[in-house]
């Protein structure tokens, strides 16, 4: 149900620790488990507005966790499968500025990592989503040297970015999401985007009935056990779109494993710098993965 595209491993990967920000909604931040998650970099809060009748844009909210599972060094290509199997997902970004009329951001760079569907991510060995999840060794292409789902776009005229993938699985505690980062100034170099700064760390969401419907199928339906709702998910802040929820269109409207297309506008201003990400205090949790060798 994905595409075929394999690679070998990266030369150049280096694991960031599990301390990046915490979204805040409403200027309250979660407690508990979550605090692992805060990040001692103060952020500023964007207002969102509307973007269809009055021409201006949604800035996405600026201070959202960056995860343990991030690697630096991923490869710029569409197809970021590497075999895996799921439901396929075309996702659609589009990077505006939102400080200057939603102009778009040509150049910005996209870099997206997820899940699998069983809930592990390449070049993690120790993690553990919770429940019941078969082995990553039943799964070929779970080594520790592939990169799977994980990769860069670069934003065309229009500041549009495409990626072929699939619909992530789940791991406890966190709902079906997408990390994400928007990079600018850089320029690709040997298949990977070199240089610039991030403008954005965020992640991207799935309307809890898609992410149901999709769990149901093979081979996601192998990992038993309970998912986080987003009402209940560490990160998600409920804001919709300006919190980083998809819209999602069905390739077909009864057979949900036929795929989805995703949509989201992300609007950034390109002269900050998201400099919050991967550093701050607390503990990571416990059982917290170990970056592969």
């Not at 040297?145 to 860069?152: E, F, I, K, P």
């Not at 699939?166 to 406890?172: A, E, Q, R, S, V």
């Not at 990992?223 to 919190?243: E, I, N, P, Q």
């Amino acid at each position: 149900m994905t595409g075929n595209h394999r690679n070998t491993s990266i030369t150049r990967r280096r694991a960031l620790a599990v301390t990046g920000g915490t979204v805040v909604a409403g200027g309250l931040a979660a407690v508990g488990y979550r605090s692992a998650f805060a990040d001692t970099t103060t952020t500023t809060t964007a207002t969102a507005t509307s973007s269809t009748s009055t021409g201006t844009c949604m800035q996405l909210m600026s201070s959202v966790t960056e995860g343990p599972y991030y690697l630096d060094g991923a490869l710029v290509r569409k197809d970021i499968t590497e075999g895996k199997s799921g439901v396929p997902l075309t996702l659609r970004l589009t990077v505006v500025d939102a400080t200057d009329g939603c102009t778009p951001v040509p150049g910005a760079a996209v870099e997206i990592w997820h899940c699998d569907a069983w809930g592990y991510y390449s070049g993690y060995t120790t993690a553990n989503p919770g429940g019941s999840a078969p082995a990553e060794s039943e799964d070929d292409s779970t080594a520790d040297d592939h990169t799977y789902l994980r990769g860069y776009q670069i934003a065309n005229a229009n500041g549009v970015v495409k990626f072929e993938t699939i619909i992530p699985g789940w791991y406890t505690p966190r709902t079906c999401h997408i990390h994400l980062k928007v990079h600018t100034g850089g320029e690709k170099e040997d298949g990977t985007y070199e240089g610039g700064k991030v403008n954005f760390t965020g992640q991207l969401f799935f309307p809890d009935e898609v992410a149901g419907s999709v769990f149901a199928l093979e081979p996601y339906s192998k990992h038993s056990g309970s998912y986080t709702k987003l009402d209940d998910d560490m990160v998600y802040d409920g804001s919709g779109a300006a919190g980083g929820l998809l819209t999602l269109e069905p390739a077909h409207k009864k057979d949900a494993s036929r795929g989805y297309k995703g949509f989201l506008t992300l609007g950034i201003d390109p002269d900050a710098e998201n400099t919050g990400a991967g550093s701050g205090g607390g503990t990571p949790p416990s059982g917290a993965p170990a970056p592969s060798p």
